[in-house]
Structure formats: C-alpha cells, structure tokens
C-alpha cells in the first residue's frame, strides 16, 4: 500500500481485541502504510475527529505484547449505529471528507454484528460514490455469535475465564455445609447466544464434575421444571451449581430477569439490558426449596479477564487483524474476516474473508443438537467444539505483583 | 511425635487455606506422625466422627503441588462454634473421646476469629482435664482481621485478584462512552475489616490511575460527601470507580446496603449477612447524577482465585501449618501460629506462636492513618504493607486448557 490505515474498535470490550489491533498495526506497517491511525471511540469519535497515530503509543516490540494483554479496547469503544445511507447522506460525507484529509486507502473496523453493519454500510458508500478507500471487518465479540465463522476472537478468552471461575466456584460450594444444602446460580452473558454459558462445561474434568445444569437461550426456560431438577440434585448432593444465561427467557418471550421487576432499559441498538436472572433465580429457589442459595454473576469481568486470555484466542485475534490489511491491501473490500476450522485435534485454522453483507446483523445461535433433549446441559459436541479455543497460556507481564498493561492513551480517561 | 496428627479448616475458604493443609501434611510426616487424619468440615464433622486419612489423597509430590493449587477448603469447613466449657460439657467429652480414639497427639485448626475461639476452648479443656493433646491454631482468612499476626495467609492471594481484576475494570469503564459519564462501584468483602477493599489500590500504578475513591469501613460512610465526589470526578473523567467495602454504613450504624432494602440474615455467629452494597449505590448515584452505573461484585471468585494465588502467600500458609505442627510436637498448645515481618524490602517475613487467648474474637482493622484524612483513599503506608504480600505468581497446572486441582474428597459432596 501506498496511503495510510485507520482502525477502529466498536462494541463490547473483549481480552482479544488489542491483539487484533496489534496484528493490524503490524501488518500495515509491514506491508508499507505510512501511517496507522486508531479512531477513538470507533466511528462516533472519527466523527469528531477524534484520533492518535499508534506509532506514538507503540514503539517497540514489548509494546505489542503489552497490547496483547491489555483488556477492554485500546482505542475506546462506541455503539454508535450508522444511519442508513438514504437517512442521512450528511454523516458518511462527514466521514469520507475525513478519510480523504487523513489520506486514508484502508479502514479496518474490529467489532462483532452491529459494527459490521458499519463496514458494510461504508464500503457500500465508497462503491455507490466511487471512493476508493478500502473497508474490511476484523470479527470481535466474546458472545461467539457471529455467522461465518467458526468462532469470534474474544470468545475463546472469555470461555477460559468462563471455565476456570465457574470450576473454582464450584470447589467452593462445597466447603461449607448448610442442612437443606447450597444452590448456587452463576449468570453468564449472552442476550441470545449460549456460547459462554456453554463454556461452563469446561470446568468439568475428572478432577470436577461441572455445573449440575446449564440453561442456554436457545431453549426455553420453564421455572417448574427448574424447580424440580434442582430439588432432585439437592437430594443427591450437598452443593448444586447452576449456570444461567442472562437471556433465558420463559414460554410467553418474558426474560427470566423481568420475572423479578419491571425495570428494563434498552440501548442505542434497541436491545433490552439484562441483568439479574441470577438473583431473581436464587431468591426463588431459596423461597421454594427452602435452601440455602447464593448469587453469582461474572459480570464484566468475564470480557476484561486478560490475566486468563487463551493463547490460541489472542494468536488468532493477531492473525484476524494481519490478515484484515492484507485483504484490504489486496483489493477487497466490503468483506469480514472469518475464522475456519481445519481440525478439531490437533486443532488447526485459518483465516479467510467473507462478504459482510452476509454477515452483518445475523445471529449464530448454538445449535439444538448440542444442546442436550432436556434442554439442561450442553453435549459432547458442544465441548469438542470449545475445547480448542481455551488452550495454552499467554504468561502475564507482572510488574509488582500486578499484569502490565499498555498506557492508556490519555485522550480516552480525560474530560 | 509418637501418635497422631488431626487437622481442620473452618470459615470461610481462601486461596491459600489448601497450601497450609499442604504444609500441616508434610511436617507432620516429616517429624513422625503416625497418621494425619483430616476433619471433613471441621469441628462439626469431627463430632459425627467425619474425617478421612490424608494419606489416601495425597500420593506424590504432584498431589502436594496440586493442593497448594487447589481453592477452597479441601477438608469442607464449617461455622460451628462451641459452645463454652460450663455450658455443655457433652461436647467436649464427646470431641475427646473420638480424639482419644484416634490417638491424636496434636490437633491443628486451620481457620480466622471464630476458628481460634475452638482452638482456645479445646486447650483450656485439656489444660483442664489434663489432657495431653496439644492444639494449635494455624491463621486463615481473606479478610486480614486477625490480631497479633502481621498478616493472615489468604490475604495475600486475595489482595492479588482483587488489584488485578479492579485494574482490568478500570481498563473496561473507559472502552465506552457515556454522554453523561460510567460511575463503577465494586463491591469488596470485609465487613469491619477494610482490607481487601484496600487492596484496590494495587491496581494503580504508571499504566492505570487506580480507583478514584476507597471506603473502608473504617471510617464512617457519608452519602451526601460521596455524592459530590463522585460528581466531581466526572466533570474531569469519563469513567469514575469507586470501590466499597460490603461493611461500609453510615453515622447512623445502619450499613449502606441495609439502606435499600429491609431484609437481612443473620449467620450462626450473629453476623449480618451482606450484600447489595455497590448495586444500592450504583442506583443511587444514577438517579442523582443521571450518569450511566454499573455495580459489580466480586463475590466468591475474591476468595476461590485460586488461578491468580500470589505466591509469597502461598509458601507463607505452607510454612504456618508446618509452623503450627512444629509447635505442637515441641509442646507447645492454645497458641496460634503468627507470620512477622522483618522488612517490607526486601521482604522478609517468619513465623512465631502467639497465645490464642490474646487473639480470639479480636479484629484487627486498618489503622486510621493509613486512610487518608477524607476517609476516601487509603495512604503509602497501606500499600507499603500490602504490596509485598502479592508478589510472585505459582503458575497453575493447566489441563485441556483450564487449571487443574486435587480430587475432591467424594465425602464432601455426596449425600
């Protein structure tokens, strides 16, 4: 190439996602752009002209592993939904004229549905207006739930986090001894996506017996039926563990969360937030069981629990956003990154480009058939299926005591 | 020795509490013991005749390793407090007729406050009786709260999750942007012991700011005060984080979460059961402010984060319990062990025996001059003390990816 580079970040934060930032700062310099901008706050801040050359923030080598490891998005993070191109031709003149002044051939943009929604609708832009600027998806969300590829970058990281807490919470519930028993209920995100939840299963070894059930949202959730497994286990065992994804919803489409109030706040995407499914879930047991429960949520630390990462997650996350340069590079555009999957063991993948308008705002959801008849537990398949994505260790760079982590760039934290 | 060794674990787990059953184990094969039988949940176990022979789960070397490794009391715990010596002596002949029956020599109780109140009732029994076993209190606790000791094995491991995962979260409230500001309020376990909520602060250093504000319990919690800083720091921040201890409460004596909601437990010693600190004040500073909140607890996982064991803690529980055996055999009983610092660096620590008597149902909290004159942030002095209890990692022993513990007795969880 010839011009420059801009990436972006968008969406949810995951582990993995400044090793892809990582692997496109070092593709594009290595293939010959001139500068590497990072927008801040994704396409809401170049909007504002908000953005840093990388290579003030990235000097040397240690400075990309430092990259790798640092959770949540280097650049900042947005959710800011482009309008469609007939809504508002002002914002994408807005943004080309910014292109143009930064001299930009390449736009990479890391983020899960919504932001492939964005390249989709700027490389349709640039191919309606004859601008040639290049724009390329790098795949990115902890929820697993994109379409056309085997799995995203970010997953593989939160599933190791996933894994390992839910196995440690699980040797802790049968400490202490409480006469009518311990239920425990673990909430894990996913709106509409199991993957994470699923990944509790990895807890399980000859050394742990894993969760006791597992509730995706694929399934719908019957409280009575709940109630009744949960009885049966407490029968047999002193403590019962209980993964839940927070978007398990009841027959009538009601989320088990709303059971419990009626709060809901929905974001810029129209998604309602969810949260509490886990408690409401603890307090009924407790009422209807008469047992001692408790209420766990792994909450944001689930995305931002880079000490955990996966190696094979943050070296494919690397490789997602080289190989996204070098497709733009080579002259596409309007295209996502995916991942495929060669073998399950020894595991091997690879990278390739797919259309966005395929993928953009569909939802990969895990199939029925890993998802055992009673629609309590996650099959073998499920499980051959993660069990690659959570190997090998990425060691933290300690520094007293503590994981280092890249300077934040000061434009994100200061007013 | 001659005879037998018996040990326990009472309160609640920690990271470390394996690592000194570990050290109880080896010292006690290494000076003789015949047998070292293991309470399955502690005292209360003991009294139904629950135990099992330690050798029959610890095999090799790799076992030891393991258990070091493995979270959450191994043995189960209890919270069964004994009754005083004149109020029921059945359970005293009780508890030493199964010990005679055994053969104990020395009796070693792994556990916090209410662990040495057993160990110190026990000692004065046999004193009493002229009984011969010896028994010997080896300190335990996350929560740091014990008397005479200049730290508890626990704390350590614990302090390291909670500067790790607070610096990943800090790292996480910059990601997104919010017209109107993210406040974070991390919930931290100590309910008069500020300790851990402290501990936070390991977060900061050149690559992160750390928390903005610190309330230990402490110091008494003024919402209105709390309010205006928070207000403060957004005018200048994108993202405020605010950690809270669970204990934290107002002038009035009432704790901050017993301010949202009228229920409340109360556990077998007379403790209120808390929670719901950071979720009241997350709503609370929402609706005043009309910022975006989160609140997030760290729950379980700051005492069962085992993955993240800081390793100076874990030779220095090692080094308790074979302390505690030591003791015994050289005839000492009613003490507990206590670790003393010599330096803080380089660090240099060791380990003595202390009275049980002076330390029993006595907590040490964080002196008032290591938290600052605002009683909002904790000084050098606290992180001069607590810095060196985190140092040093013990990589986990990964199978399939997540890491690998000992086998859980099958006692503990079957019914």
Redo the contacts between chains.
């Keep these: 190439m010839t011009r420059n580079v801009i990436v972006g970040q968008s969406g949810g934060?995951t582990a993995a996602i400044n090793s892809s930032l990582a692997g496109v700062y070092r593709t594009a310099i290595d293939r010959g752009a001139k500068k590497v901008y990072g927008m801040l706050?994704g396409i809401?801040?170049l909007l504002n002209e908000k953005y840093l050359d990388l290579s003030d923030h990235i000097k040397t080598e240690l400075d990309v592993e430092l990259l790798k490891r640092?959770?949540?998005?280097y650049l900042?993070?947005?959710?800011y939904k482009l309008p469609g191109i007939h809504e508002d031709k002002a914002v994408y003149e807005k943004i080309f004229s910014i292109l143009d002044k930064l001299d930009i051939e390449i736009f990479i943009y890391i983020g899960g549905n919504d932001s492939m929604d964005t390249i989709k609708k700027l490389s349709d832009y640039a191919v309606l207006t004859g601008h040639t600027t290049r724009f390329i998806g790098c795949p990115k969300t902890i929820d697993n739930d994109l379409a056309l590829t085997d799995h995203t970058p970010g997953f593989g990281s939160a599933a190791?986090y996933i894994?390992?807490?839910m196995?440690?919470?699980i040797?802790?519930?049968?400490?202490?001894?409480y006469p009518a028993g311990l239920v425990?209920i673990v909430e894990v995100m996913g709106r509409n996506a199991g993957w994470l939840t699923g990944a509790t299963i990895?807890?399980k070894?000859?050394?742990?017996?894993g969760p006791d059930l597992i509730y995706l949202p694929e399934v719908t959730f019957d409280l009575d039926n709940f109630k009744e497994r949960v009885a049966k286990f407490l029968?047999?065992?002193?403590?019962v563990v209980v993964a839940v994804s927070e978007g398990i919803h009841t027959e009538d489409g009601k989320y088990v969360c709303e059971l419990g109030n009626d709060i809901n706040f929905v974001d810029a995407f129209g998604h309602k937030q969810l949260s509490g499914t886990a408690s409401y879930l603890a307090t009924y047991i407790a009422a209807e069981l008469g047992c001692k429960t408790?209420a766990?949520?792994f909450?944001?630390?689930q995305?931002?629990?880079?000490?955990?990462a996966?190696r094979v997650d943050l070296l494919e996350a690397f490789q997602a956003g080289g190989a996204a340069v070098k497709a733009a590079d080579e002259g596409e555009t309007g295209q996502m990154v995916v991942l495929q999957r060669f073998s399950d063991e020894p595991y091997q993948s690879g990278t390739a480009v797919r259309d966005v308008h395929k993928i953009a705002n569909d939802e990969k959801c895990v199939p029925r058939n890993w998802i055992t008849e009673d629609g309590a537990y996650v099959t073998e398949e499920f499980i051959t299926y993660v069990?690659p994505l959570?190997?090998?260790?990425v060691t933290p760079i300690?520094?007293?005591?503590?994981?280092?982590?890249?300077?934040?760039p000061e434009e994100?934290?200061?007013?």
């Design positions: 934060p706050h809401q801040g640092t959770p949540a998005a900042g993070s947005c959710r190791k894994g390992t807490s196995k440690e919470i040797r802790d519930g049968f400490c202490l001894e425990t990895l807890s070894g000859e050394d742990c017996e029968k047999e065992k002193t403590s408790r766990i949520e909450s944001t630390l995305r931002a629990g880079s000490h955990l996966s069990k959570v190997q090998g260790d300690m520094v007293d005591g503590i994981p280092r982590h890249l300077f934040t994100l934290y200061k007013k």
